[in-house]
Structures are given as C-alpha cells and as structure tokens.
C-alpha cells in the first residue's frame, strides 16, 4: 500500500513550502527534491543528475547546484497559471533568484 501525504502552504512570496510523509516501505527506495529517505542526511540534496551537493555549502551553492536543476523547463509545466502568469515567469523568477 502507498502512503504518500502532502501539506502544502501558500505564502505570498513566490514560495511554495511542501511537507511530505512516505511510508517505510520507500525507505531506502527513493531520492529526489524532497532528499532521499534512507536515514542519511548527507545526501539529501542530491541534483536531479545524481550529485550530491554538501549540505554545509553556501546557499547560494545549494539553490545553483541543487534547487535549479530540480526546475521544469516552461513547456514541461502542467500547472494552471492566472491570467499574465505563465510557467516563464515563474522561471525567470528562479534565475534571477540569490537565497
């Protein structure tokens, strides 16, 4: 049985803060943006290529070499976007982004 529960929070920044619970039967199965669930937080932040960014790095390192390369190309998007929004803007918010 899969068991995965998401809580999402809204915030007026261009933010989105996501929790998420797995089951223990993906212990040890899984990597990705939200770290890999085995235990080990020193490869947690492992880039969508496979590598793992040091967790004592500059968040300046972290956002390049970690959070960037999880992003969607805008064609790739399948969310909804209000009116003059588009998945550019929200790209081009992400390269203009300094944490």
């Not at 998420?20 to 932040?45: I, K």
């Not at 969607?72 to 790209?91: C, H, K, M, T, W």
Request: hydrophobic share 40%; aromatic share 12%; no cysteine.
């Amino acid at each position: 049985q899969i068991k995965l529960v998401l809580t999402i929070s809204p915030s007026t920044a261009l933010v989105l803060n996501v929790a998420a619970s797995v089951a223990e039967t993906f212990r040890g199965r899984t990597y990705g943006l939200l770290g890999t669930y085995d235990g080990n937080p020193t490869n947690d932040l492992r880039s969508s290529n496979g590598i793992i960014v040091n967790s004592n790095a500059l968040p300046e390192q972290i956002h390049q070499q970690f959070g960037v390369t999880w992003a969607i190309r805008p064609n790739a998007s399948v969310f909804y976007y209000d009116l003059g929004q588009s998945a550019q803007f929200f790209e081009d918010q992400n390269r203009l982004f300094v944490p």
